[in-house]
């Protein structure tokens, strides 16, 4: 049976989940594999999103319906994975760059929005704003997703700062955000943002760096105290 660990933060649910374990959103199942790399589900659609690692791990989830890919990064894009997780009818998006470099799949560019498969994603803009981080994520190459399921709208951070694009979202059921230093953004960057956006449920996702791992705790403080709800499912 699953277990959960519950810690109430400010007058909002936060939940632990086991490693591996999947967390329920009505009809839409999230199950978190590693850092970037997790999978939405539900009784239409398998959809992968950033895989990356061991092909075994996916082994249960049987072939996506859809792979969603954000950037070129090795924690975001595996060639040999992605070709190996494919079946025949699998749909692949992801920003133009990877495409290039993966040789199939359908390019889908900031601000473009597709739907397929009883799903509709938009890509968002995801790049760094401070001077020092640049260089590590340009405006225009990679993409954010919202993704909207079972009437759901997720937003999927991708490699980003607290940009503009980001702060402007609506109507978000869960914001999927990453945290991590000195690619990302800060936990406070991260919470400001969610704050703005007003997600009705916020995960913290990416948090490892070279710094480490981000102050996730820090962050659902910081969100919680908004009335948004925080859940910290097992990334690491």
């Not at 079972?150 to 951070?157: A, H, L, N, T, V």
């Not at 999927?176 to 916020?202: D, F, R």
């Not at 070279?210 to 709800?229: H, P």
């Amino acid at each position: 049976m699953k277990t959960y660990v519950m810690a109430a933060l400010l007058g909002c649910l936060s939940f632990i989940s086991l490693a591996g374990e999947p967390a329920l959103y009505g009809a839409i199942k999230i199950t978190p594999i590693e850092h970037a790399t997790f999978v939405m589900q539900t009784k239409q659609l398998t959809v992968f999103v950033d895989p990356v690692g061991d092909a075994e791990r996916f082994r249960q989830f049987g072939r996506p319906d859809v792979i969603l890919i954000t950037d070129i990064h090795y924690d975001h894009m595996a060639l040999d994975l992605v070709k190996k997780l494919s079946g025949v009818e699998t749909n692949i998006l992801a920003p133009k760059a990877v495409i290039k470099q993966l040789g199939q799949g359908k390019a889908i560019n900031n601000g473009e929005t597709l739907r397929m498969k009883n799903m509709v994603v938009e890509a968002v803009a995801m790049y760094n704003l401070t001077e020092s981080r640049l260089k590590y994520h340009p405006k225009g190459r990679g993409n954010g997703y919202v993704v909207t399921l079972s009437d759901k709208r997720i937003y999927i951070s991708g490699d980003t700062e607290d940009v503009p694009e980001m702060r402007a979202l609506e109507n978000i059921d869960i914001a999927i955000v990453c945290m991590n230093l000195p690619y990302t953004m800060t936990p406070q960057q991260a919470a400001s943002a969610v704050i703005e956006m007003h997600p009705k449920i916020a995960i913290p996702y990416h948090y490892r760096g070279t710094e480490g791992l981000s102050d996730i705790n820090a962050f659902s403080q910081l969100v919680s105290a908004k009335n948004i709800r925080v859940d910290l499912l097992q990334w690491y």
